[in-house]
């Protein structure tokens, strides 16, 4: 909680400063949208679920027809796996916050434009409703749905999107992958990789996104 504070309070302060200094081009924005999360493992096989972001970020010209997009989105996604014990699934819910940087190409001012760039993201352990704790997991039925909440807590991702619409809403479309895996604080506890059959936990995740970004 400490770093997201603290991350918050120097996005406001350059925000503030940027808009101050040149009011012509950087502009505040505020964002709202869904997610779909997607996990990718050779053992897991999981679901994807809808869960939800919203955010606020900085964009302002750059060089020409680039421009820069400043920014952080708080985060609630999920994703599901098969319970051995039940018929019903069982789903994780990853909370977090996300602090971005992207290169902004305007194919049509004001309209169209593609963007990618690197995404810092900072989360807790998954969380699961109690009365799925103790249920096995269909992939790997020594372990319990709470035996994998603790994943690794600060990942890097790739952002690939699309931004479209008017001057003062637009509608983003975009991508994020994981590129470190997710699960690998998990490997750190002999008895977690013994009941998972002395196998090396490993997944990515990839973050769909659909938002709705209003500029001041």
């Given at each position: ?122 989360n807790g352990k998954l969380s699961i409703e109690d009365n799925d704790k103790l249920k096995l997991l269909k992939d790997s ?5 709470n035996d994998i909440v603790d994943v690794t807590k600060i990942s890097g991702n790739i952002y690939a999107g699309i931004t479209a ?52």
């Open positions: 909680m400490k770093k997201i504070i603290c991350l918050l309070t120097l996005f406001i302060t350059f925000s503030l400063n940027a808009q101050y200094g040149r009011r012509d081009s950087n502009r505040i924005g505020l964002s709202g949208g869904i997610t779909q999360m997607s996990l990718f493992s050779d053992q897991f096989n999981a679901k994807p679920e809808l869960g939800w972001t919203a955010g606020f970020s900085l964009r302002g010209n750059y060089y020409n027809d680039w421009q820069m997009a400043f920014g952080m989105h708080f985060t609630q996604s999920k994703f599901s796996l098969e319970s051995l014990t039940t018929a019903d699934d069982i789903t994780y819910t990853m909370s977090g916050v996300q602090v971005f940087l992207t290169g902004s190409y305007m194919v049509i001012e004001h309209h169209l434009s593609l963007e990618i760039g690197p995404v810092l993201q900072v039925p020594l372990l319990t749905a619409g008017i001057e003062n809403v637009r509608l983003h479309v975009a991508y994020q992958y994981g590129i470190n895996n997710f699960m690998n604080n998990l490997n750190k506890k002999d008895d977690l990789k013994a009941l998972n059959g002395n196998q090396k936990f490993k997944a990515n995740y990839g973050i769909l996104s659909g938002m709705i970004t209003i500029y001041l």
